[in-house]
Structures are given as structure tokens and as C-alpha cells.
């Protein structure tokens, strides 16, 4: 999707990157993944040419380029709206699953600030969670080769604003680990927070074991999945953007 905006020649320093110009719209009690560009609008101040021009032409470009794996809306003012689709919402989350996992099975003792401790915890559960899982018989103990049941008739099966507050702070998370390159330690702070404080409103809201695992095995799965992400976001920011490993491993 981004290499999709990036149809215009980078004339200035704001479109070396079109995400950017990508914000995600934080859709309150809305089941659904919706990005607002702007890119629209910086090309028309750039170049001189009329927004509602421009922005139907990357409409264009995009829905073109979507293979139905995105819907494109332009807003009066000139904003372009980007509906994700499941199908990619899902293969992206799948992609999380499907990295090669760290060795290792050992706890280490820190100094820990409040804030860290409170991340190192998030991703410590997240292990005891995707152990508990695997001794269910939920998921495979490799996580490669689990296949995680996101979605069913083209809807995915998160459909609490729990679920969805906790995949929006991922998608955050992941979106800065693939864009920002020279973030203040505090701005990678704050992303670790947002995923682990999303993480606890999630496991306090959404079961996954006892009665969901009877009557849904399928959405157990799938928050398992969400868990196993989280694991692996949390691991990255702690290790890559913090420069502090975890310190407890699956």
C-alpha cells in the first residue's frame, strides 16, 4: 500500500517516505482498520495542481493496485481513507507468527524501572499464555507451523473493542519499527506501553481458555494468535529499540 502512494516523483523531503503521510484512524466501537493520507494534499501544495486531481488519481492507483485487499474512499477536503481488508490483515498478523522464534528458556534477574517492569511483565505473560496454549493442544509448539484461524467468511473473528484497541497497538508498534528510523528511546517507550497496557485490557476482557475454548476453538485460537504477536512486538521493541533483552523467554 505504501509503495502504492508513492506514485509521485519525490520532489520534497516530505515524500521521501509516503507513510508519512498514513494516519490510523482510531475508529471507537468500529471493527475495522482504516488509515487517512494526506499525501493528497502535500502533492498539491508541492506541484500546484488541484487536490481533489490528485487525490483521484492515487485513489485510482491504489484501488488498482489493491487486489481487493484494500478499499479507498476520498474524503470532500482532498483525504484519502484506506480500509484494510481482513485478507491482508490477516496474513500480516500470520507473518508475526510465522517468524523463526528464539531459543532460549531462562529467566534473568534486572534492576527494572516501573515501565519496564511493567513491558517485561506483558511479555513474560504472553509466554506463560502461548505455554498454556500449546498444553491445551491449541496451537502447534512451533509457532511456524501454526496456522492461526483469523478469519471466516471474509470477516475476522475479533469483534470485541478490546480486541480491536490491542490490534490497533500493535499495528502502531509495527508500523513505527518499519518507518521510523531515528525515534527518541521515550517515543519506543511510549509504543512498549501502549502494547502492554493494550495486552492487559485484552486478557482482562477476553477470555481464551475454559468456556471460549468449548464453545469458540476457533476465536481461542485467534487470541492466541494476538498473543503471539504481542510476544514478538514486545521482544523487538525491548531488544531493537530499548537495547534491553527480555528477560524471560518462551
Known amino acids: 500500500m505504501v509503495a502504492a502512494l508513492g506514485i509521485y516523483p519525490k520532489k520534497e523531503k516530505f515524500l521521501h517516505h509516503p507513510s508519512t503521510a498514513l494516519i ?28 481533489r486531481e490528485i ?21 470532500e477536503l482532498g ?10 490483515l490477516a496474513a500480516w498478523l500470520q507473518s508475526w507468527v510465522d517468524l523463526v522464534p528464539v531459543q532460549g528458556n531462562y529467566f534473568r534477574d534486572l534492576g527494572l524501572t516501573e515501565m519496564e517492569f511493567g513491558v517485561q511483565y506483558a511479555h513474560a505473560r504472553c509466554c506463560g499464555l ?3 496454549g500449546i498444553g491445551e493442544g491449541l496451537i502447534s509448539p512451533v509457532d511456524s507451523e501454526t496456522r492461526i484461524p483469523w478469519w471466516d ?12 484497541d490491542f490490534l490497533g ?9 518499519a518507518c521510523l528510523v531515528d525515534a527518541s528511546v521515550e517515543r519506543w517507550q511510549r509504543y512498549a506501553l501502549d502494547v502492554s497496557r493494550g495486552f492487559e485490557r485484552f486478557w482482562a476482557e477476553c477470555n481464551i481458555f475454559g468456556a471460549t475454548k ?8 485467534a487470541r492466541l494468535g494476538l498473543v503471539i504477536v504481542c510476544r514478538r512486538v514486545l521482544q523487538e521493541l525491548l531488544e531493537k529499540k530499548l537495547n534491553q ?3 524471560y523467554y518462551l
Open 245 to 247: 533483552p527480555v528477560i
Open 79 to 88: 483525504w484519502l481513507e484506506i480500509e484494510v481488508m481482513s485478507e491482508l
Open 169 to 177: 497497538n500493535l499495528i502502531d508498534a509495527t508500523d513505527a519499527i
Open 130 to 132: 502461548v505455554r498454556l
Open 214 to 221: 468449548i464453545r469458540n476453538r476457533q476465536l481461542a485460537i
Open 153 to 164: 467468511y471474509h470477516l475476522l473473528y475479533f469483534q470485541e473493542p478490546a480486541e480491536w
Open 24 to 51: 490510523r484512524l482510531k475508529n471507537k466501537g468500529k471493527c475495522k482498520l482504516v488509515y487517512r493520507s494526506s499525501l493528497a494534499l502535500r502533492c498539491a501544495n508541492a506541484y500546484g495542481v488541484g487536490v
Open 55 to 75: 487525490a483521484g488519481n492515487l485513489a485510482s492507483h491504489l484501488a488498482m493496485d489493491s487486489d481487493q485487499k484494500w478499499q479507498v474512499q476520498v474524503s
